[in-house]
């Protein structure tokens, strides 16, 4: 990217942001008020009126439902009509607006009344008689009606009463004393089971006052409807004119408001931004073709990826003004009523773009200055197949322009992570055609990468489903395809636990190799400022990660270590691969040793506060974190197994597990561990219902293990993605590049 800028007089400013807003390349960046003698430019005549019509807009829109889908071909607005029209509009939308509300309060009104109605209809007392009376009083509710009786039958106050009842709804009717207190009634139905409910202040039976308010509910209904397709109507006639509205007052609004990120004198402006080195020419003839000579372009800076610090940035020199004022003086278009003194006396240091990688645009020989100190903006560029990845990175922050995007790493390791966890060819299928409808139907950027990622991750799942054997748990896969001998066993069978341990051990190897990486990417990234920084860093945690752990799978002081990782008992010396692997000899475990040690006193060199972490041996946490990978891929080979246990029923004979209905071998009763729903024996009807139960067991158990692959497996693959990996390298926090302008789509340039 090339840091570019564009000083000139502000007679010439209109013109120069016609140019670059149509250009559609510029970012631009925005002054933050640090020169002396500049100040933020004012927007341009007429910006508030072009915002407050692009607010209407937007809000008729949304009035309407207007979206995409319902624009028609670009057009031009006249300007002419283009008041007229807008106003026309707003006073039919807002009209019909208003008399939609009015409907929709009154028809929730009469909803509500009916609600409140259908208890009395159950009841069956005519309103008139449940109110209006001086001595008697009325208590209308939902309750039990024998609680009520044996209520008021106990209290003394109470003289005389009649209970009703319909559907739960009761009515009570009570003669107080003559010496008794207010609000008898209430009182005496204290605690009990009782939910009163508001008497209507209406007269009549109940059910005609319902058809009543049904009556009144369809009418409105109806007016509610020709209302709507009023509003439906106007849609389809000022949707193309609105979408187009909104198109151009965007624009116009961006242009009108751009000079807020200028520096402005009250002559004179300076624009700054960036662009993709390569296209520094085309921006140059663009504002030339406008505007001439009048005014001067510089490249600043041309920065290959990686190559920006925060040191790049600088105050403008005071020489920006003189050139503008030079270009407003021989241009003839207007001389300042005053010299910008200030600005001149008050010069601030220059600063050369010395190895900067500047191009000869002005900026060689340190002629130029960068003047607003701001990031390059980031362009994320991937394949296609990779770019599904980016959402992931951008979930946590877009990278800065001088660190590593980590979207190809993502790619390479997490559907990995994921399909070695799941590993079955039925899950896997089903992720990848979950994937494929997210990704072909939905609209949104976001589910359209989500499906992407969907699709890798459930390919890897149904290779490593193929490679186990597996599919929805079944080992039926591995008898067609491997002949009964799959190459790889999840470890969940008793006899195949050394597969278990072996899948911790090689989990935490892969962690090691994952956490190197992002050690050694951090260590480039440091190797800019210098190679002691590099050292003290992020070789140092290098060299401790991988001298503690080159110590543990070495045979130096082997008694305390674990026999699946050093001896003749190692997973890689037979246990089951057969590599012949008994362990790293002694000398490389002391070299680890002595590794770990000097990497700790270079971590104490560089940060005290890290030495302190690493004392408590960090490196080793992390690597064993890994073994998550292994422990979520026997947990969910453990739920399906259980799924196809009730489904299939299962027998355990020497070590493994054999499911009775894919089985012709008889079991003793011992070794049968259930005998499976699809095995239910006695009438039609018994086995109907161990049929029907199955097959409802095997769809919603597979399911769940389907959606908790997502949330263990999917998240414990991106848990060590973002907090093992990134935080290694990784600070995110760029600027994404956004070029000031607007690509047209419901208007043309004419």
Do not use: C
Not at 21 to 40: I, N, V
Not at 57 to 80: C, K, Y
Not at 396 to 402: H, Q
């Amino acid at each position: 990217m090339s840091k570019v800028s564009i000083t000139g007089s502000k007679t010439v400013m209109d013109d120069v942001v016609d140019a670059v807003h149509e250009l559609r390349l510029l970012h631009l960046s925005d002054y933050d008020g640090s020169w002396a003698g500049f100040t933020p430019g004012d927007p341009q005549e007429g910006a508030d009126e072009v915002s407050e019509q692009l607010v209407t807009v937007r809000s008729l829109e949304s009035i309407l439902g207007v979206d995409e889908e319902d624009a028609g071909p670009g057009r031009n607005l006249p300007e002419a009509e283009f008041d007229s029209r807008l106003e026309e509009y707003r006073q039919e939308v807002n009209e019909l607006d208003d008399r939609r509300d009015e409907v929709e309060d009154e028809l929730r009104e009469v909803t509500e009344q009916l609600d409140a109605m259908e208890p009395f209809a159950a009841l069956g007392i005519d309103l008139d008689l449940l109110s209006g009376y001086d001595t008697l009083e009325v208590a209308v509710g939902e309750g039990d009606a024998e609680a009520v009786e044996e209520a008021l039958a106990a209290d003394d106050d109470v003289q005389e009463f009649e209970v009703f009842t319909g559907d739960g709804v009761v009515a009570a009717f009570a003669y107080p004393t003559a010496d008794a207190p207010e609000d008898v009634l209430e009182e005496a139905l204290v605690g009990v089971d009782f939910a009163r409910l508001e008497i209507p202040d209406a007269e009549g039976s109940p059910e005609e006052y319902i058809q009543q308010l049904e009556s009144r509910e369809q009418q409105l209904e109806s007016r509610l409807g020709t209302v709507e397709n009023e509003l439906e109507d106007l849609k389809l006639d000022a949707a193309d004119f609105l979408l187009a509205a909104e198109e151009e007052l965007t624009i116009e609004a961006q242009k009108r408001e751009a000079p807020l990120s200028f520096a402005t004198t009250d002559h004179s402006f300076v624009a700054e931004g960036w662009i993709p080195s390569d296209r520094y020419e085309e921006l140059e003839a663009a504002v030339t073709d406008a505007v001439g000579d009048r005014v001067e372009i510089e490249e600043l800076l041309s920065l290959d990826h990686g190559e920006y610090a925060e040191e790049h940035g600088h105050h403008a020199p005071a020489e920006r003004q003189d050139v503008a004022d030079q270009h407003e003086a021989e241009t003839g278009e207007g001389a300042a009523e005053e010299a910008d003194h200030e600005d001149e006396a008050a010069e601030p240091p220059r600063a050369a773009t010395d190895g900067a990688g500047a191009g000869a645009h002005g900026a060689a020989g340190g002629t130029a200055a960068v003047t607003m100190n701001d990031a390059p903006p980031v362009v994320l560029d991937n394949p296609g197949g990779v770019n599904p990845f980016e959402l992931l990175v951008q979930t946590v922050a877009l990278p800065r322009y001088d660190e590593w995007d980590p979207t190809v790493l993502l790619f390479l390791t997490f559907p990995a992570f994921f399909g070695f966890m799941i590993g079955d060819l039925g899950y896997g299928i089903l992720y990848m055609a979950i994937g494929y409808g997210l990704w072909s139907r939905m609209d949104s950027d976001a589910l359209k990468a989500l499906g992407g990622i969907a699709l890798w991750a459930g390919a890897f799942t149904s290779l490593f489903g193929v490679l186990y054997g597996e599919i929805f748990g079944l080992h039926q896969l591995g008898e067609v395809v491997w002949h009964g001998h799959p190459p790889m066993h999840k470890g969940l069978q008793p006899a195949e636990i050394d597969w278990a341990i072996l899948w911790l051990v090689v989990a935490v190897m892969v962690g090691l190799a994952h956490l190197t990486l992002g050690y050694l990417l951090a260590f480039l990234t440091e190797l800019r400022h210098g190679v002691k920084d590099a050292v003290l860093e992020s070789g140092s945690w290098v060299l401790m990660l991988l001298g503690l752990w080159a110590w543990i799978f070495s045979a130096h002081l082997g008694g305390p270590k674990p026999d699946f990782l050093v001896g003749s008992d190692a997973v890689f010396a037979g246990h089951p691969v057969p590599l012949g692997f008994t362990g790293l000899p002694e000398s490389v475990g002391v070299a680890g040793l002595a590794a770990f040690a000097v990497g700790l006193v270079l971590i104490f060199m560089a940060d005290f506060a890290e030495a302190v972490e690493a004392v408590f041996l960090k490196v080793f946490v992390d690597g064993l974190s890994y073994a998550r990978i292994a422990a979520v891929l026997l947990a969910k080979a453990g739920m399906a197994l259980v799924v196809n246990l009730l489904v299939f029923g299962a027998a355990s004979e020497e070590g493994h597990f054999h499911f009775l209905y894919f089985s012709d071998h008889h079991f003793s009763e011992e070794a049968i561990i259930f005998g499976g729903l699809l095995g239910a024996e006695g009438s039609i009807l018994a086995v109907a219902v161990g049929w029907i139960a199955g097959l409802l067991v095997f769809v919603v158990g597979h399911l769940v293990v389907l959606g908790l692959g997502v949330t263990s497996a999917g998240l414990q693959a991106v848990r060590l993605e973002y907090v093992e990996f990134f935080s290694k390298f990784y600070e995110g926090g760029g600027d994404r590049y956004e070029p000031f302008g607007h690509e047209r789509t419901y208007t043309s340039e004419e």
